[in-house]
């Protein structure tokens, strides 16, 4: 069965540094992809960065890259230069079954401040 | 483009009553589907659509029914309202393309059920 995990509930984070967000999943589908979406609290779930299972390089969608360790099974989110306008939770998902189905995790809260 | 659009996006139901929850995108996407997002959890598939008249089960189908007969249509029905059901719902598509992965989400639906 496919997993996400999102270990941390919470983070906070100064305005202008960077911030890694912890993603680990489980599946045993050897083509998947891994996705981070955006939910500000105006609730909209907004699409950030995606990551095939057999791309070699990491993603990268200006702030946002996504750092992929495949033995690790980690996709892990770097925002870089935070921004207060980036306070949000941060889910992160896997696509699997023909990348019609998405299993997301819970979430992390991020809270930048000054 | 309108994107993917929902209605509508409150609603409340006294346990027992039925309801359809209307989705609709202008992308020509072919794959279409239903996710509920409860808190302190990630969102959940109920159902999901590759193509006009082609439909399936997610992983929390129970108390659903979905129907597909147009490309740009993917309404939810709720049967018989439970508090169980007590959830926002978003309505996402994708472009059928291999390759394509990403998946747009509509505002969502706020259903309380008393």
């Known amino acids: 069965a496919q997993k996400i995990t999102q270990t941390q509930p919470g983070m906070f984070v100064q305005e202008k540094e960077a911030v890694t967000l912890d993603c680990t999943y489980d599946?045993?589908?050897?083509?998947?992809?891994l996705f981070w979406y955006k939910q500000p609290s105006s609730g909209e779930m907004i699409f950030l960065i995606y990551?095939?299972?057999?791309?070699?390089q990491n993603a990268t969608e200006g702030r946002y890259s996504l750092n992929f360790q495949k033995a690790r099974k980690s996709a892990n989110l770097v925002i870089s230069a935070s921004q207060l306008g980036d306070s949000a939770m941060y889910f992160c998902?896997?696509?699997f079954g023909g990348g019609n189905k998405l299993t997301f995790g819970t979430g992390t809260q991020l809270k930048v401040e000054l | 483009n309108a994107g993917v659009t929902q209605t509508p996006k409150f609603q409340v139901l006294k346990t027992g009553q039925s309801m359809t929850l209307q989705c609709a995108q202008d992308m020509n996407h072919e794959y279409m589907s239903w996710y509920r997002q409860d808190p302190g959890m990630g969102l959940r598939l109920i159902h999901y659509?590759?193509?006009?008249?082609?439909?399936d089960q997610g992983e929390v189908p129970n108390g659903y029914n979905v129907s597909r007969s147009t490309t740009e249509d993917f309404p939810l029905r709720l049967l018989s309202a439970a508090p169980s059901q007590t959830s926002v719902y978003f309505c996402?598509?994708?472009?059928?393309?291999?390759?394509?992965?990403?998946?747009?989400f509509g505002p969502g639906t706020r259903l309380t059920v008393t």
């Open positions: 599946t045993s589908d050897q083509s998947y992809g």
């Open positions: 998902a896997m696509r």
């Open positions: 659509s590759v193509g006009a008249g082609i439909t």
């Open positions: 996402a598509s994708r472009l059928g393309l291999a390759g394509h992965y990403e998946q747009y």
């Open positions: 990551q095939g299972s057999y791309d070699e």
